[in-house]
């Protein structure tokens, strides 16, 4: 079964920076996408960041300029360095990878790759404070 388990939250004075990690385990074969959502109190999950095969990257506006998603390493993992941190920045953060199916033990959905499964870690807190 895969799993994803994130790391590398904590608490971090406003301009200050984190690197969360997303140790994957499990059948990985291939991998459409590798995702950084995240989910502050009171409003609803966001992507920040995405990574694909190719290397082609995409951020939300909010973060562009500060934040940095890798991926695609030998293990699987994922990244998301995050530079300049605002306030605005706290949040519960996940990384989210997007796998054909079947096989599924995740989330399906129909996407433009086809059947698709989605793999969800259990987050990791960040909270940017002084």
């Known amino acids: 079964q895969v799993q994803l388990v994130e790391s590398g939250g904590g608490l971090v004075q406003p301009g200050g920076s984190l690197r969360l990690s997303c140790a994957a385990s499990?059948?990985?074969?291939?991998?459409?996408?590798m995702d950084w959502y995240r989910q502050a109190p009171g409003k609803r999950r966001e992507l920040v960041a995405r990574?694909?095969?190719?290397?082609?990257?995409n951020y939300t506006d909010s973060v562009r300029g500060r934040f940095t998603i890798s991926g695609y390493n030998a293990d699987n993992a994922a990244y998301l360095q995050m530079n300049n941190l605002k306030p605005e920045d706290t949040a519960v953060y996940y990384c989210?990878?997007?796998?054909?199916?079947?096989?599924?033990?995740?989330?399906?959905?129909?996407?433009?790759?086809?059947?698709?499964?989605?793999?969800w870690g259990q987050g990791t807190q960040v909270t940017v404070a002084s």
């Open positions: 990574i694909l095969r190719s290397g082609s990257t």
């Open positions: 499990g059948r990985l074969h291939t991998i459409y996408a």
């Open positions: 989210n990878y997007l796998t054909p199916a079947p096989p599924c033990t995740g989330d399906y959905w129909q996407t433009e790759y086809g059947p698709t499964c989605f793999y």
